[in-house]
């Protein structure tokens, strides 16, 4: 029999993976099961009318990439019927941040074609087994995560009270938000999940459903098709390669940009010497993050030919010309391993919300077309079908004895979360606990001035730019979920301290 390895988003999701692994699935069929719960039990932080990407390296296989990423909507629309629907919100989430929401927002979502699609591939379970714990979590009410709460502070009214079942569910009858840990029933979504169990994901993308989702969104003006539905497919990717000591490191390959950001990161932090991070070793990590992160501003967020600015990032990070050059939403993650030596990682989003939840459903749907930071060319976003920017970079890593199952939520910061994850576990050889729970440093380029954010008690180097530190590790700064299997020391899995999270290791 199988055993795995588990790191996800909540205790519940853990368990609903150990669950699968005792009825005989293998890694894959236990990462879609702790991510189907965690999409649709985590409101405003996830949902699954949304967007993956899952990253599998099977045992004695080749690592393959799935893209579910939301893609452009409005098939069969004329041009004047584009870029409406949308309602600018603002919240002083995260310090500050503005989006678009309502059914403009929504773009063609992706999460479900791709977990069928690894399912079919790779899956041992059956596709009902995969559901059955999110079902019955939906049905008989999940707990409010602090996270969640935390959100829906900012964004209960604001976002979530353009649906009467949506703001219902989570609020109590005098309009104050339900508190942590409250029990969550979403009205018709256990159905909704019941139906999808029995039928596949065509119910979704063909079937009634495709129907009363695409008609909510053209009601109120948005661009979401039945054309742009039945249209989707999930497509596997080969993933961006590379290596760190004895490691193979595979990650999310374009058109998303974190793997590739991702990967000009750590190219640019090989000659890193050492076993501990030290002023110099961390300069060159500020000086990778601010190269990386200012060139994907300045070239890839609005580049024509993704691939091309990609390859370009990567050139220069190899050559040694990155750093000399370029130096001036929430999401959710599961990774698991298992003992055959397959691994699994899985990051899904669904922006910040839409706020729209068509009648029936219980499904949010994403504003992810209103993820400014992310999609700068805004609601009309380019050719109908084109896959939209994402961050996201599941990754897997592999050597001779071991495999790795790695990812992170927290928008712009997760491929420096991952960054420095990788060094310190790889590089490093840190504790898989002590890899992730070390205090982090982001360089943030969002605003006018570029910022260096750090955590803790590092020795900070002077880099030139403004500092803000947190003194605790906090949430900002992402959160590492990390599963491992090394031969003749078994599995193991750790989650970030600076989030909530669960982890198993289910042995037969």
């Known amino acids: 029999m199988t055993n795995v390895a588990v790191a996800t988003s909540s205790r519940l999701a853990a368990d609903a993976a150990r669950e699968v692994a005792a009825a005989g699935g293998n890694a894959v069929d236990c990462a879609l099961a702790a991510a189907l719960l965690t999409m649709n039990t985590e409101p405003g932080v996830c949902a699954l009318a949304g967007s993956a990407f899952i990253t599998v390296w099977p045992a004695g296989g080749e690592p393959v990439t799935i893209d579910g990423n939301v893609a452009v909507p409005g098939a069969g629309l004329a041009d004047d019927e584009r870029g409406r629907g949308g309602f600018s919100v603002s919240m002083e989430y995260g310090g500050g941040i503005e989006t678009l929401v309502g059914p403009g927002s929504v773009a063609v979502p992706g999460t479900l074609a791709a977990l069928e699609h690894a399912w079919k591939k790779y899956g041992a379970a059956s596709w009902q087994s995969i559901f059955a714990p999110t079902i019955r979590a939906t049905r008989a009410g999940f707990p409010l995560s602090s996270a969640c709460h935390y959100y829906l502070g900012f964004s209960g009214d604001s976002i979530y009270g353009r649906s009467k079942d949506g703001y219902e569910a989570l609020h109590h009858e005098d309009g104050t938000l339900c508190d942590t840990q409250s029990p969550i029933v979403i009205p018709n979504l256990s159905d909704t999940l019941d139906a999808i169990a029995k039928e596949g994901a065509d119910l979704f993308y063909k079937g009634e459903l495709a129907t009363t989702l695409s008609r909510h969104c053209r009601d109120g003006g948005g661009m979401l098709t039945r054309e742009d539905l039945a249209a989707y497919r999930a497509q596997e990717r080969t993933p961006l390669m590379t290596e760190i000591g004895a490691w193979q490191i595979a990650t999310n390959p374009t058109p998303a940009v974190g793997g590739a950001v991702l990967t000009a990161m750590l190219i640019a932090c090989r000659s890193i010497k050492g076993k501990a991070w030290n002023p110099d070793s961390l300069r060159q990590l500020i000086q990778s993050q601010q190269a990386c992160l200012n060139f994907r501003k300045e070239r890839l967020d609005l580049a024509a030919d993704i691939g091309a600015e990609a390859a370009e990032l990567i050139r220069l990070a190899r050559s040694g010309q990155l750093l000399a050059r370029w130096s001036s939403a929430s999401t959710v993650h599961t990774s698991v391993v298992d003992s055959d030596g397959t691994a699994c990682a899985i990051t899904a989003s669904s922006g910040y919300g839409s706020g729209e939840m068509p009648n029936g459903t219980g499904l949010w749907l994403n504003n992810c077309l209103g993820e400014i930071e992310l999609n700068r060319r805004g609601l009309d976003a380019g050719p109908v079908g084109a896959r939209l920017p994402s961050n996201m970079a599941p990754s897997v890593a592999r050597r001779d004895d071991a495999v790795l199952a790695v990812g992170s939520p927290g928008a712009d910061r997760i491929t420096t979360a991952l960054q420095q994850f990788l060094i310190n576990y790889l590089q490093f050889d840190m504790s898989l606990n002590d890899a992730i729970a070390h ?58 301290p600076r989030r909530e999270g669960g982890t198993c290791v289910y042995e037969h």
């Open 439 to 496: 205090p982090r440093v982001h360089v943030d380029t969002s605003g006018k001035e570029i910022r260096l954010m750090a955590e803790g008690d590092n020795e900070l180097p002077d880099v030139g730019l403004p500092v803000k530190v947190f003194p605790q590790p906090v949430m900002y700064f992402g959160g590492v979920g990390a599963a491992v299997f090394k031969q003749g020391e078994g599995l193991s899995s750790a989650v970030d």
